[in-house]
């Protein structure tokens, strides 16, 4: 972790890693983590029974399938709350990143685990 | 507020307003909220005694002065995390643009308050 207040540069902390579906965590703030994630294809369906999610696309084009057969596509500097409860598939045609804040020890596979499970790095 | 899981474009929601130093909600999750705030001049200096604050710049350049007499500068892409009971000031030198990231109810002017301080508005 980086000296407290320390700034933290986005694109600095995405060119440390090149694995997609790979959270790192970048930032810690009252509970809460900030997340990279480098996105290409598409994730598990999963639900969050108790957390809202916050996507926030830094670039590409993120696709956010969602329960009752709809989809939003996010744009650099959209931001999406998926609601606790929403089951919800992010997709990328091409190759995206995106900033995903939460609060600290949410799996990203949700209610669903499996091997895309992964584990608390930062960055 | 906009329907569940419906994206929230950044600039669409700055360009509903031109206040400076009055925090746009733009969208709520797990009783956090995320705002939008324009930055000319400097603020109060202020301290937050309970939370951790995050500033995410999305335009311009943004100083936050920090007590031991230092500051950091951050540029568009660029986060910090000012923890809480540090005392700190945002200044910026030409408008700037960041986003807010903190618990709901978190008063702009922190223990300062003052007239300064703002209502919670959504943009």
């Given at each position: 972790m980086?000296h407290?207040?320390?700034?933290?540069n986005?694109?600095?902390?995405?060119?440390?890693?090149?694995e997609c579906?790979?959270?790192?965590i970048?930032a810690?703030?009252?509970?809460?983590?900030?997340?990279?994630?480098?996105?290409?294809g598409e994730f598990v369906?999963h639900?969050h029974?108790?957390?809202d999610e916050v996507?926030?696309?830094i670039?590409?084009?993120?696709e956010?399938?969602?329960?009752?057969r709809r989809?939003?596509?996010?744009s650099?500097?959209?931001?999406?709350v998926?609601p606790?409860?929403?089951?919800?598939q992010p997709y990328a045609?091409?190759?995206?990143?995106?900033a995903l804040l939460?609060p600290?020890?949410?799996p990203?596979?949700?209610?669903?685990?499996?091997p895309?499970?992964?584990?608390d790095?930062?960055?």
């Amino acid at each position: 972790m980086a000296h407290p207040a320390s700034p933290v540069n986005l694109a600095e902390k995405l060119a440390t890693f090149d694995e997609c579906w790979s959270p790192r965590i970048v930032a810690e703030a009252n509970g809460w983590h900030f997340k990279l994630v480098k996105v290409l294809g598409e994730f598990v369906w999963h639900t969050h029974p108790d957390v809202d999610e916050v996507f926030w696309v830094i670039s590409g084009v993120l696709e956010v399938r969602l329960e009752e057969r709809r989809a939003v596509r996010l744009s650099p500097g959209d931001l999406l709350v998926v609601p606790r409860g929403m089951s919800h598939q992010p997709y990328a045609h091409e190759e995206c990143h995106i900033a995903l804040l939460e609060p600290a020890g949410v799996p990203n596979t949700g209610d669903t685990g499996g091997p895309r499970t992964a584990a608390d790095v930062w960055a």
